[in-house]
Nanobody, 122 residues
Framework: QVHVVESGGGLVQAGGPLRLSCATS????????MGWYRQAPGKQREMVAR???????NYADSVKGRFTISRDNGKNTVYLQTNSLKPEDTAVYYC????????????????WGQGTQVTVSS
């Protein structure tokens, strides 16, 4: 079983920064990709940023130039540096990890965290 835990959310004024962290633990053989998603009230969950084990990244158009995703492969941890936050960035931010479990037979997994609330005041 693979556990994913987000941290770093909170209340911030518009224009401010916030750094989110996502740690994984459990029977992990390898992680192929990790990503951040968000869901605002009344809206569908959307991809914010994603990074592969090789360091390839992609971002939602709405956050390009403001958010930066990075990862520490040795710690199976991913970060999201958010800058120039806007009220429309307010949402619950979820972390996702895809990979293979470290069991007798490698099995693919895709695990989600419980989410961390980010609230941007105007």
């Amino acid at each position: 079983q693979v556990h994913v835990v987000e941290s770093g959310g909170g209340l911030v004024q518009a224009g401010g920064p916030l750094r989110l962290s996502c740690a994984t633990s459990g029977s992990i053989f390898s992680i192929n990709a990790m990503g951040w998603y968000r869901q605002a009230p009344g809206k569908q969950r959307e991809m914010v940023a994603r990074i592969t084990s090789g360091g390839n990244t992609n971002y939602a158009d709405s956050v390009k130039g403001r958010f930066t995703i990075s990862r520490d492969n040795g710690k199976n941890t991913v970060y999201l540096q958010t800058n120039s936050l806007k009220p429309e960035d307010t949402a619950v931010y979820y972390c996702n990890a895809d990979g293979y479990t470290n069991t007798a037979i490698l099995r693919p997994f895709s695990s989600w965290g419980q989410g961390t609330q980010v609230t941007v005041s105007s």
